[in-house]
């Protein structure tokens, strides 16, 4: 028994090292793999594909129908990567036809690269630290935004008004809260 145990050890052993030499690679057999990165490369947390986990506040914005217009005004701002963060995040999402009640020409002209600046100011002006609800949201005054303004907060019978923009939905993220408004709320500077 001792002398078959040590015959299959040695033979263990010698099939071992020999696969081990001849998988050795020589300098000329070595292959390389280049990586290419352009500066138009998206690049960040927005830019992960993850089927696995609950959806963030941008992957249900670029779900929706009534946002694409809200989705193309983060995306001309650069802003995709700030609402994938870890939050938890509230941001208030102005409908197509919130944007649409605008003056015209407002947000062809915001769409504008020369405007990013002031693009990016007021959707920040849209999002706020934190996941409170609707009804948690009638205990405030006033909310602190992203770009460092504040927005009065309303409660006229049960709805919430938020910076003058209605609450007419809420949805749950993976980083967060949407509350849809109906209206886009814009800064004092």
């Not at 993850?50 to 193309?72: C, E, F, M, R, Y």
């Not at 630290?129 to 009638?138: E, Q, R, V």
């Not at 927005?151 to 993220?173: L, M, T, Y």
Request: with cysteine; hydrophobic share 45%.
């Amino acid at each position: 028994m001792k002398t078959n145990l040590n015959i299959l050890l040695t033979v263990f052993l010698v099939v071992f090292f020999f696969n081990c030499k001849n998988n050795k690679e020589t300098p000329a057999e070595t292959s390389t793999t280049t990586v290419v990165s352009t500066t138009d490369e998206k690049q960040g947390q927005a830019f992960i594909e993850d089927d696995g986990s609950t959806p963030n506040i941008l992957q249900i914005a670029i779900g929706s129908k009534d946002h694409t217009t809200l989705v193309a005004a983060v995306q001309a701002a650069e802003l995709e990567n700030a609402l994938v963060n870890a939050g938890p995040l509230m941001v208030f999402a102005p409908t197509n036809d919130a944007f649409a009640a605008l003056p015209a020409g407002t947000v062809e002209n915001l769409l504008k690269p020369e405007n990013k600046a002031t693009l990016s100011n007021i959707l920040l002006n849209h999002v706020t630290p934190g996941n409170y609800s609707k009804d948690f949201l009638k205990k405030f005054k006033k909310l602190g935004q992203a770009n460092n303004q504040s927005v009065n907060v309303e409660v006229i019978e049960d709805d919430v008004f938020i910076g003058g923009a209605k609450i007419i939905a809420s949805i749950p993220a993976g980083n967060g809260i949407i509350h849809v408004v109906d209206k886009v709320i814009l800064p004092e500077n």
